[in-house]
């Protein structure tokens, strides 16, 4: 009777253990199956911020920051002073309106240079960033200064 009993004990491990082996499997397929689904989602809009923010950057930071230094210009700083004043604003703004768009928005290494009296050359490097696609933009815009 004991040979009975334990033999029945083997037969009911052997039978759980395949059952763990059949659970894995079919879990493993259900992980394989749920990626490849994933892959056949359509096109998501929202995943261009990165382009879309970096062409709203573009189109606008040259005018914004030509208003912002005629600003102060007109409040009575020098050229090259104003002109830094309104990219750091601006740069600002940017930093603003990138969390607003859930990406991020820097200016980095930025260089103003005086090129004459009427012209000061703004350079910097544009990163935009949504946490999955990344954005190098080398910037490169010229001010005019108003003589008042």
Same mark, same amino acid.
């Given at each position: 009777?004991?040979?009975? #009993? ?8 052997? &039978?759980?253990?395949?059952?763990? !082996?059949?659970? $894995? ?10 990626? !490849? ?9 929202? #995943? ?14 040259q005018p914004l920051t030509q208003a912002r230094m005629d600003l102060w210009i007109d409040g009575g700083l020098e050229p090259l002073e104003a002109a830094e004043l309104g990219f750091d604003t601006v740069h600002d703004d ?29 350079? =910097?490097? &544009? ?5 999955? =696609? $990344? ?7 010229? &001010? ?5």
């Open positions: 009777m004991r040979s009975t #009993s334990l033999r029945d004990a083997q037969a009911g491990q052997m &039978l759980l253990a395949t059952g763990v !082996v059949l659970l $894995m499997s079919l879990l493993s397929m259900a992980i394989f199956g749920v990626k !490849v689904a994933g892959l056949t989602l359509p096109h998501d809009p929202a #995943s261009d911020d990165v382009i879309d923010t970096t062409e709203q950057v573009l189109e606008s930071i940017f930093l603003h309106h990138g969390e607003l768009r859930g990406v991020e928005i820097k200016l980095t290494n930025m260089v103003l240079t005086e090129v004459d009296a009427t012209t000061i050359e703004v350079s =910097a490097e &544009l990163g935009v960033s949504d946490g999955e =696609a $990344m954005l190098n933009y080398d910037v490169v815009f010229t &001010l005019d200064v108003q003589s008042s």
